[in-house]
């Protein structure tokens, strides 16, 4: 399929578009029928990341969440009714390692790109990706629209930066800005470093005998773990109502890392103690020690409920990675043998 032309189709631009989710969006808003335009920054490497499958339905635009220009030429180009903000430095545990990164791309570039549409398009609607993350030393549990904020990591406190921002700009000017604030969401396009995937990557190279081990930290962290594709679909909702507002998304159950891993193993049918090693490299300077969210006004007001539960969501990552491990083992058995060492995510 082509690029999509059409006088009456509504045009969506997505940030964040190599990612899991804005592919999964990307997905979704096409299947609606929407024109989807891209944003995707310059690597050196040609870099469609998740929406490889979809690059000849998209029309890409390069532009940087830092660099304010750029976004202000993005939005002329797209001419987007609806504009989703899912660029992000994503990955809690970096955002020690580059705090003043994250601040910019998390924070700061959320105002740049709120200023650009209120300069070029302030009719266009706006989704912020927020994030459960920014509940951090949770005030309450289950945690809903309404709990104090109190982040843990300079990602949650860029994130909660953006969030306010995103507040503010429906509050002080006439424009349609949401946040949806998403507990954690997976699926088999989970980046390698977060621990789902860690896991479940982990656990077919263990099966097929590539490595003997996975190294991880907080077994006892717990998360509220949904399915990105049902996320994307509440982000959507979000922009058809017929006022802005913020929501969290959740399934409103919790589990702890060693559920996840235990069950990941089962799947294969080994028992997890005999490979989990405790590695202090994966243990967080401040740790979010429970996340469970309660959704209820989304599913009020949106009609949204997620479709794949912990156990689904499990078997589909296992599953996909198992199918994964096996073509890396069948395209590199007669060659390079380096790729199966142990990972050092
Ligand atoms: P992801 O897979 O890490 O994707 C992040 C995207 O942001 C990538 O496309 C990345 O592009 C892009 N990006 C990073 N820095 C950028 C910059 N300076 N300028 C332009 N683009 C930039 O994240 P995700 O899991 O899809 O999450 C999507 C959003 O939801 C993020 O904002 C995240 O913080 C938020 N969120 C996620 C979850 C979750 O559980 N997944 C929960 C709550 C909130 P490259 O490919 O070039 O790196
Ligand atoms: O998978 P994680 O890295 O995700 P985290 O930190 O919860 O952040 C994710 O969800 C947020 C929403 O709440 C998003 F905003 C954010 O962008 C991201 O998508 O870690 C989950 C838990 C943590 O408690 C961590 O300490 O797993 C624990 N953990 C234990 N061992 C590990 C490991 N995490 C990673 N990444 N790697 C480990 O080896």
């Given at each position: ?7 009456d ?35 050196s ?36 009714d ?14 020690w ?61 860029a ?10 700009y ?27 995937r ?50 969290v ?52 007001k ?44």
């Amino acid at each position: 399929m082509k690029f999509r032309e059409g006088k009456d189709m509504k045009r969506a631009l997505i940030t964040g578009i190599t990612g899991q989710d804005g592919s999964y969006l990307a997905e979704h808003l096409l299947d609606l029928g929407y024109q989807v335009c891209g944003l995707r920054r310059r690597s050196s490497q040609l870099n469609y990341g998740c929406s490889e499958h979809l690059k000849d339905d998209i029309e890409f635009i390069y532009a940087d969440m830092t660099d304010m220009g750029s976004l202000i030429r993005a939005i002329d180009k797209a001419k987007p009714d609806e504009i989703y903000n899912l660029a992000a430095q994503s990955f809690v545990q970096t955002s020690w390692e580059q705090p003043i990164l994250t601040s910019q791309i998390d924070g700061i570039g959320v105002s740049k790109f709120l200023e650009a549409i209120r300069m070029v398009k302030p009719r266009s609607r706006f989704y912020q990706a927020s994030t459960s993350e920014m509940f951090g030393k949770v005030q309450e549990t289950p945690q809903t629209e309404k709990t104090p904020f109190y982040p843990r990591s300079p990602y949650g406190i860029a994130k909660l930066y953006g969030h306010w921002m995103t507040i503010n700009y429906r509050e002080s000017y006439p424009m349609f800005t949401c946040s949806g604030i998403l507990f954690n969401h997976e699926s088999p396009r989970r980046g390698l470093e977060f621990v789902t995937r860690k896991i479940t990557h982990t656990v077919a190279r263990i099966k097929y005998q590539q490595v003997n081990e996975l190294r991880l930290g907080n077994l006892d962290a717990k998360r509220d773990w949904g399915f990105a594709g049902d996320y994307v679909k509440a982000m959507h909702l979000m922009l058809q109502q017929e006022t802005p507002d913020d929501y969290v998304i959740a399934t409103g159950e919790t589990h702890t890392v060693r559920d996840f891993v235990e069950q990941a193993f089962k799947y294969v049918g080994l028992n997890y103690k005999d490979y989990v090693v405790s590695d202090q490299r994966f243990m967080r300077p401040a740790e979010v020690e429970i996340l469970l969210g309660d959704s209820s006004k989304a599913r009020k007001k949106l009609g949204w409920k997620p479709e794949i539960n912990f156990e689904q969501l499990v078997c589909m990552m296992v599953e996909e990675d198992l199918r994964v491990v096996y073509d890396e083992v069948a395209r590199f058995d007669h060659g390079n043998k380096r790729v199966y060492g142990q990972l050092s995510i």
